[in-house]
């Protein structure tokens, strides 16, 4: 569940512990921190390619090979020209099919604080609500997907997919467990926070 869906369950007493990012956290709950995770964007190497290719192929107009005949100094502008150029990461996600959650995630929320403080408009988005399918989806060439790199370590490390490399990070947040404070706490429940933070 997500953040937002997994409090609202709490709050209705149909969940005793939840897995949450770090949030607002309502009266009466606490919040007990486990790991810091980190937003990254992803993509495999053949999509990286041929959005690099098709850009390239719109920005250059053809050309009549008549007009380099006898001109040297046109044949070396041509070579020029045909030395091509690597997108930026700004390009890459105003371009792509950019694969995000869907708006009501606090992971959504957090990303696109970030691609408006850079200033990165998206052309393209494609909401998924699942994190495992953005990764495995990322990793089929379906487009570049924002995801939490700890949640894509495997698929990384293997080479499935590589990670966009950002001049500016997105800031890294938390993810804990959350729970009512109450004095009754039962437990079973005690017992598997004590058995989570001691390993």
């Not at 939840?18 to 495999?44: A, M, Q, R, S, V």
């Not at 970030?114 to 399918?133: F, G, H, S, T, V």
């Not at 800031?171 to 598997?192: D, S």
Request: glycine share 4%.
């Amino acid at each position: 569940h997500s953040t937002i869906n997994t409090i609202h369950l709490l709050k209705e007493d149909k969940i005793d512990i939840g897995l949450i990012c770090e949030t607002d956290i309502p009266n009466g709950f606490i919040y007990d921190k486990i790991t810091d995770i980190h937003d990254i964007f992803i993509c495999n190497n053949a999509y990286l390619d041929n959005l690099n290719y098709l850009e390239q192929e719109e920005k250059e107009p053809e050309e009549n090979p008549w007009l380099f005949a006898g001109n040297l100094t046109s044949i070396i502008e041509k070579e020029k020209k045909n030395e091509k150029k690597v997108l930026s990461y700004k390009e890459i996600l105003e371009k792509s099919n950019l694969m995000l959650l869907d708006r009501n995630n606090i992971t959504r929320m957090h990303v696109e604080q970030y691609l408006a403080a850079e200033r990165i408009i998206p052309n393209q988005i494609l909401e998924i609500n699942n994190m495992d399918l953005l990764v495995d989806f990322a990793s089929i060439g379906m487009g570049v997907s924002c995801v939490v790199r700890e949640f894509a370590k495997e698929q990384i490390e293997s080479g499935q997919v590589v990670e966009l490399s950002l001049p500016k990070p997105i800031q890294k947040r938390t993810v804990g467990f959350l729970y009512a404070n109450t004095k009754t706490m039962p437990t079973a429940l005690r017992n598997f926070i004590d058995f989570c933070k001691n390993n």
